[in-house]
């Protein structure tokens, strides 16, 4: 069942803007994850955040959670043309299985 | 090191004809998974193999659909028969582990039309 829901559904923004993109999700959680997906190279695997960690960093990358508001937030600075794809949140299970649910994305255009 | 393949990266067929999807996951990794991703819309599992053992199949729409993974490592999803509905991308993935803290990684994904 549907657990992880992205925020805004599409967002445009100029080269060298930051994109900030949201995930709420609805039952408690073990670990979030970030995925990107482009036409050229699929579904790609961005950060892991842990229930335990408020937040991570990976080069331009800066991942959030909030486990009282169960919310993440996935924001990219200095945005660049090739970060124009789809971002997917994932998130475990309603119940804590073994399996990750992903959202429906958010569609990040950044124009030149 | 070489990623998840997928073949064939694209297949139309007409409804009603059987249709089989192949992956071959990263060396050594154990759990393997087989989604579904339909246009503006984020993957919904399918099917989890631990080794040869599916795990998890719930999803797995199980009239039409079979999956197999021989041997534990490469894996076949097929449709048989196919319905104008199934036109979505088939993506597999792997990981070393099943639990949410693996990161997975994912194949090109087959793109299958049903006319």
């Known amino acids: 069942s549907q657990q992880g829901e992205e925020d805004p559904q599409a967002l445009s923004i100029q080269e060298g803007e930051n994109a900030t993109m949201n995930c709420s999700y609805k039952?408690?959680?073990?670990?979030l994850q970030w995925y990107r997906q482009n036409s050229g190279r699929g579904l790609v695997h961005l950060i892991l955040i842990r229930s335990n960690e408020r937040e991570k960093h990976s080069g331009r990358l800066r991942v959030t959670l909030d486990t009282s508001k169960k919310s993440s937030s996935l924001l990219i600075t200095a945005s660049r043309a090739a970060d124009t794809a789809s971002y997917f949140c994932a998130t475990d299970a309603e119940g804590g299985s073994e399996k990750l649910v992903f959202g429906k994305g958010t569609k990040l255009t950044v124009n030149p | 090191e070489a990623g998840v393949v997928q073949s064939p990266r694209y297949k139309i067929i007409e409804k009603k004809q059987p249709v089989a999807f192949w992956c071959n996951p990263i060396s050594g990794h154990n759990t393997l998974y087989w989604y579904l991703q339909n246009l503006g819309q984020g993957p919904e599992l399918l099917i989890r193999?631990?080794?040869?053992?599916?795990?998890?199949d719930s999803q797995l729409p199980k009239d039409r659909f079979s999956a197999e993974r021989l041997k534990g490592v490469d894996s076949t999803l097929k449709i048989q028969p196919a319905e104008l509905g199934d036109s979505a991308v088939y993506l597999c993935?792997?990981?070393?582990?099943?639990?949410?803290?693996?990161?997975?990684?994912f194949g090109p994904g087959t793109r299958l039309t049903v006319t």
């Open positions: 039952t408690s959680i073990n670990n």
């Open positions: 993935a792997s990981s070393l582990g099943a639990a949410s803290d693996y990161e997975q990684y």
């Open positions: 193999y631990e080794n040869e053992e599916a795990v998890d």
